[in-house]
């Protein structure tokens, strides 16, 4: 898609192509159950507000309607609230390093979309500096570790139990001078209903601004698709302590569907960024909005 990153190779269809199928399936008498449609909907994790939009649209045209003409309006309401692109990940104009702040509850794959992402990142031709900033993990720093001498990419990281901030600070100091074009902070996993573990990542947010005031130029939300709407509060929270930019959504190869992304979207205006279909690095890529919308069926 012109003005996304680069994608890769092709990958298998969304999983969510399947949901729709399934709704064609269900749906192919004229006489609709509205409240079963909207379960269904809200089952593919759309969420109950879309859900209802849907429903509404469908119910204004008192006509006979089938499982095609659930898909159509689902796929144009799906359609209207994604961006039409997702804009590429490009260094700052100035040279200064492009620095991400990646965040999420435990268990999402945080850690390794963080290094997928430098992967793609460093194939692209861009200098790219990791920063180990879950000092309270020692086995997530050790699986940075591993990743950076897998790539090729140089890896800052602090003693056990050391200040995530100061590991941040030391990182873009690190990308300074190397000249990296970009910083990747992967912070550690927390989950968005504790109070100090979100105030301390907004420590870190501020840290990083004493570096650059408008640093960090980016922070993404790594969440799974298979934990559906729960992925949706959680951005909330996430959202009201950090700012987002945006979602990497992972798990896209198994039995998550994607919907969650669409009521993200629509609810506080975060795209998703980048997405995650499988365990190798090369199964990341840049996420195509209006590909996502096409394979819907």
Wanted: some cysteine.
């Amino acid at each position: 898609m012109a003005g996304c990153a680069d994608i890769g190779d092709p990958i298998s269809s969304f999983p969510m192509a399947g949901f729709f199928k399934s709704l064609l399936q269900r749906f192919t008498k004229p006489n609709i159950d509205w409240d079963e449609l909207e379960a269904s909907l809200i089952a593919g994790d759309l969420g109950p507000k879309l859900a209802l939009q849907i429903v509404s649209d469908l119910q204004a045209q008192q006509r006979q309607l089938h499982g095609a003409d659930i898909v159509k309006v689902a796929r144009d309401h799906v359609r209207k609230i994604l961006p039409s692109q997702n804009p590429a990940l490009t260094p700052l104009v100035d040279g200064r390093p492009k620095v991400l702040l990646i965040v999420g509850v435990n268990g999402v794959g945080k850690t390794t979309s963080t290094a997928k992402l430098a992967h793609l990142l460093h194939r692209q031709g861009h200098g790219v500096v990791l920063a180990a900033a879950d000092t309270f993990r020692a086995a997530a720093v050790e699986q940075l570790e591993v990743w950076s001498q897998r790539l090729g990419v140089p890896l800052v990281k602090g003693p056990p139990n050391s200040d995530p901030a100061a590991v941040c600070f030391e990182g873009y100091e690190r990308a300074v001078k190397s000249g990296a074009a970009f910083l990747l902070c992967d912070t550690a996993g927390r989950l968005h209903t504790k109070h100090n573990l979100m105030e301390e990542l907004r420590k870190v947010n501020r840290v990083l601004g004493r570096k650059d005031p408008s640093s960090p130029h980016e922070v993404m939300l790594v969440v799974d698709a298979t934990t559906g709407s729960n992925a949706l509060q959680q951005a909330r929270e996430f959202h009201k302590a950090v700012p987002l930019t945006g979602l990497i959504v992972t798990k896209l190869d198994g039995s998550g569907k994607g919907g969650v992304l669409v009521p993200i979207q629509q609810e506080l205006g975060v795209p998703t960024r980048f997405i995650g279909l499988g365990e190798r690095v090369e199964d990341f890529q840049a996420f195509d909005p209006a590909r996502f919308v096409d394979e819907l069926l």
